[in-house]
């Protein structure tokens, strides 16, 4: 049977019989009686003991309602690391006199403050150029869309002080989700991860900064072929991954490093691996809208 914590007031009930059968003629259960307070007062200190010993018994394994400090320690324990926030990337194009010099570290700044660096020292050409930037904060505050106004902090001599993103800015990715970081260590001591089954395709999947569900379907494409999809709930806008985002978690499920092992591992060399985006399964007319629409369908 299941051990089940005992209220304070089942805990008072408790030390007031337990007194009373132990003092004959005492009374225990009189509001301004010594016997009283004393019992109430044990129940107390009992309510804390067991409030410690519910903690314990959720903190053994990393299931609903542990700590997370509980969730870092099994994590520690398989050698999964928790995902870090990752800085966006993007091109940023200015112009300017033919010659001028942009010089990498150069700071610019979007109209809601967030700040980016140049990558490398670029020289404009036929007055133009696409200078590579990266996000000075990490997370999904550095995205931002292509044509998003940019200005440079500190002016450079020929170069026009502001100018539109030539390619969006991605990649950037908050740090992962206690949550999402619990569910991972959760499947991990659930599932037989082995380098043939579909469980293991999940977890790659997962591995990936910015994932937070997948799904794989073995011999999608016939004896041989494995299918993965995933989805990024967190990330602004729709869950559906970008082509970009598909071509990480593909590059990644072909080869990465083993955080346990530092060796590099990935596909069995006998499949081949499909890596593609689902697509939202449109609602039926006339029926009431599903809170979470289904997000998985085969290609």
């Given at each position: 049977m299941a051990?089940?914590?005992p ?9 007031v019989?337990?007194?009373?059968s132990?003092?004959?003629g ?9 016997l009283?307070?004393v ?14 010993l ?12 542990c ?9 520690g ?12 990337r993007?091109?940023?194009k200015?112009?300017?006199n ?5 010089q ?22 036929d007055?133009?150029a ?5 996000a000075?904060?990490?997370?999904a ?5 292509e044509?998003?106004l940019?200005t ?16 969006a800015a ?5 740090l992962e ?13 659930a599932?037989?991860?082995t380098?043939?089954?579909?469980a ?25 072929t ?18 970009e985002k598909?071509?990480e ?7 990465h490093?083993?955080p ?6 990935g ?11 689902p697509?939202?399964?449109p609602?039926t007319?006339?029926?009431p ?11």
């Amino acid at each position: 049977m299941a051990w089940e914590r005992p209220t304070i007031e089942q805990l008072i009930e408790e030390s007031v019989t337990d007194t009373e059968s132990r003092l004959e003629g005492g009374s225990a259960r009189l509001r301004r009686k010594t016997l009283n307070a004393v019992a109430a007062s044990r129940a107390g200190a009992l309510h804390g003991v067991h409030g410690r010993l519910e903690t314990m018994a959720k903190d053994m394994l990393p299931v609903k309602g542990c700590s997370f400090e509980t969730t870092l320690k099994w994590a520690g324990f398989f050698k999964m690391p928790r995902k870090l926030a990752t800085h966006a990337r993007a091109a940023w194009k200015c112009s300017g006199n033919n010659g001028a010099v942009v010089q990498a570290g150069q700071v610019l700044q979007r109209d809601d403050g967030v700040e980016y660096t140049t990558d490398e020292e670029v020289t404009l050409a036929d007055g133009t150029a696409s200078i590579p930037i990266t996000a000075v904060v990490s997370g999904a505050a550095g995205n931002a869309a292509e044509g998003r106004l940019l200005t440079l902090v500190t002016p450079v001599e020929g170069v026009q002080p502001t100018g539109n993103l030539s390619a969006a800015a991605t990649g950037g990715n908050d740090l992962e989700a206690e949550e999402d970081f619990h569910e991972r260590v959760s499947e991990r001591m659930a599932l037989q991860m082995t380098g043939s089954n579909d469980a293991i395709y999940v977890m790659w999947a997962k591995e990936v900064p910015g994932v937070t569900r997948a799904l794989c379907f073995p011999r999608i494409m016939g004896r041989g072929t494995v299918g993965v999809t995933f989805v990024c709930d967190r990330q602004e806008g729709s869950f559906i991954p970008s082509p970009e985002k598909v071509a990480e978690v593909d590059a990644y499920i072909e080869s990465h490093e083993d955080p346990a092992t530092g060796q590099m591992t990935g596909r069995s060399v006998t499949a081949e691996v499909w890596t593609f985006a689902p697509a939202e399964k449109p609602s039926t007319p006339g029926s009431p809208l599903r809170r979470t629409p289904r997000p998985f369908v085969r290609p």
